[in-house]
């Protein structure tokens, strides 16, 4: 006898299709919609972390008695390349731009390079010392710059480097920040299976380096990178004790903006205008390197 089959039981008896599953995730895969008060509050802290930027620009397109007007006016001017003919006549801008150009680039290409070899070197290598090195690298991060100025001004004095732009640049070149930073990187991101499976294949330590570590380290080294352009380019204290006024880096230049008993505010906004697009410009050119690091990070966590 052939054995009956049992009835159909739920939905499928009465006729209704199964409900899909839900999309819906508890725990950490949980969707998370904001709403509108996060959309809300992301716009309003957009717009303040902007507005200081939109008033340079507005400021530096006015001319100093319309800055001085209550209430201030918020629109930006017609005077924006009146100002900076007048920065360019105050200030050799065009040199000193120049001159950051070449410091900064030249000390962000260092500083990359060197910290992410030492930074290798100290994740992934093992010889004799490196827990005491490392421990005297991230402690030079305790000592005030400052007390290191006397010093290296009476070298490079010895050099005949005074007024010269690698007296700027190479003392730049490593820093003990971006040697930690790139080693703590180095650790969550490269595997140490990578390393032995290319010394199986008889690669060596600096091939090893260029076709395994660099490529790994890139979304890093972008953002070691933003940051030490941005520290190289916003320096001010030791341009301005090695350099002078002929041999000017941007913010050298920039405090001869102004002069006078009454300081035009429109024409110090128009060169703190110029000096601040470069620094946009890398950024532009580094962000896609940032956000996908970032999401690389949160994708393999």
């Known amino acids: 006898m052939t054995a009956l089959a049992a009835p159909p039981t ?33 716009i309003l802290a957009v717009l303040i972390s902007a507005f200081p930027f939109y ?31 007048a920065v360019m006549e105050e200030a050799d801008i065009g040199k000193a731009l120049l001159n950051s150009l070449i410091v900064s680039g030249s000390i962000t290409v260092g500083t990359v390079l060197c910290c992410t ?15 005491a090195l490392l421990a005297i690298t991230v402690g030079t991060m305790m000592i ?7 010093p290296l001004f009476m070298l490079i004095a010895k050099l005949q480097w005074v007024n010269q732009l690698q007296a700027v640049i190479l003392p730049g070149l490593v820093s003990a920040f971006g040697v930690f930073f790139m080693r703590q990187y ?16 008889g690669a060596s330590t600096a091939r090893i380096f260029w ?17 030490t352009f941005m520290a190289a380019w916003n320096d001010f204290f030791w341009p301005i004790v090695a350099l002078s006024s002929q041999e000017p880096t941007v913010q050298v ?27 946009l410009l890398v950024f532009g050119l580094l962000g896609r390197q940032i956000v996908g690091g970032i999401m690389q990070g949160a994708v393999k966590g």
């Open 253 to 279: 230049a920039l405090r001869q903006l102004g002069g006078g008993y009454v300081h035009d505010q429109s024409v110090i906004m128009a060169g703190t205008l110029l000096g601040t697009l470069p620094v």
């Open 55 to 85: 008033w340079t620009i507005v400021a530096a397109s006015r001319s100093n008695a319309d800055l001085a007007k209550v209430p201030p006016t918020l629109l930006p001017g017609s005077n924006l390349f009146h100002n900076f003919e």
């Open 10 to 42: 739920g939905p499928a008896a009465s006729g209704t299709p199964p409900r899909p599953p839900s999309r819906r995730r508890n725990g950490a895969g949980r969707t998370m919609h904001g709403g509108l008060p996060a959309y809300a509050f992301l």
């Open 117 to 131: 070899l030492a930074g290798f070197a100290f994740a992934k290598l093992r010889f004799r010392g490196r827990g």
């Open 144 to 150: 005030p710059p400052q007390l290191g100025v006397i």
């Open 211 to 227: 076709s395994i570590v660099v490529p790994i380290a890139r979304p890093g080294m972008a953002v070691l990178g933003m940051l």
């Open 186 to 201: 180095l650790v969550q991101s490269l595997p140490d299976e990578l390393i032995e499976a290319a010394r199986v294949d």
